[in-house]
């Protein structure tokens, strides 16, 4: 009889994570779920649960004991995200794990535009001088996020421009995650760029939401001082301005643009395009 291969999976209490611990529950595999806070761990039965954060390596070396295959969910925005990231991903090739699939950044690049792509560039390196096999997911801006753009005036606000980006939905982004984890060496060493099927304007996307809406929605191409002005109503430290600001300019850049076929490749299925998702409520 053959061994069913260990799985484990990061951020399962969060969306992206937990979506993926579900679709991997009860399939040919041994899962285990690495989480924060056990109580808010899915209720997935077979499931082994460990209390692990990333900056926490003895943990997390202890918990990838005997894992085959990691997926690493990018951690929450913080100052010292990348150094978590490091963190981690020195336990897992610590622990001895085979592969490891991370959710990156599209256009991921020491330069880019968008301030937390370079943490993700810097976090990729690292997993490629590890010597595990490895799997980079380099997500679009996520889809789900559109809507809550849409303030209560129905504008949306930003310096985007009429630069293009290819937003995908985090659906997408678990279903392509769960074909990665389970057939690893058909994806080892790639980078796939997850996006939907469609490039937009921040103008067209609001012609989308008021379309589904049935309200009138625009867009308002900010200047950056404006941007930034418009975000200083909510008090956060400047790493964080700077990267809420410059998820527009990086669309303005064009550095968010271009379609791929990634996720049908990974999944066997179109992705979701804006009207799609509004449409699924997913």
Do not use: C
């Not at 669309?251 to 009207?275: K, Y």
């Amino acid at each position: 009889m053959t061994a069913r291969p260990t799985i484990a999976v990061t951020g399962a209490t969060g969306y992206v994570g937990g979506l993926v611990a579900r679709a991997l529950g009860g399939s040919a595999t041994d899962l285990r779920l690495l989480v924060r806070d056990p109580a808010r761990a899915p209720e997935i039965p077979g499931a082994d649960v460990f209390a692990v954060s990333y900056d926490d390596r003895e943990a997390a070396v202890a918990a990838l004991d005997g894992v085959q295959t990691v997926l690493m969910v990018s951690a929450a925005e913080s100052a010292d995200r990348l150094e978590q990231h490091l963190t981690f991903v020195d336990a897992v090739a610590a622990a001895g794990v085979e592969h490891i699939v991370y959710t990156s950044f599209f256009g991921a690049a020491p330069d880019a535009v968008f301030t937390l792509a370079r943490d993700h560039f810097a976090t990729e390196e690292r997993i490629k001088a590890s010597g595990m096999g490895y799997t980079l997911l380099r997500d679009n801006f996520y889809l789900d996020f559109l809507p809550a753009l849409v303030g209560e005036d129905g504008v949306i606000r930003g310096p985007a421009a009429e630069g293009r980006f290819a937003p995908v939905a985090r659906a997408d982004v678990a279903r392509s995650a769960v074909a990665a984890l389970t057939a690893p060496h058909h994806h080892r060493g790639l980078t796939y760029d997850l996006t939907g099927p469609e490039s937009l304007t921040m103008s067209e996307a609001a012609d989308i939401l008021a379309e589904h809406l049935g309200r009138e929605v625009r867009y308002h191409d900010e200047t950056v001082e404006e941007a930034y002005a418009s975000r200083r109503r909510w008090e956060a430290p400047d790493w964080q301005y700077d990267a809420w600001v410059s998820t527009y300019t990086a669309i303005a850049a064009g550095q968010l643009d271009g379609v791929s076929s990634a996720v049908a490749t990974l999944t066997g299925r179109e992705p979701l395009g804006l009207r799609d998702y509004l449409a699924a409520g997913e």
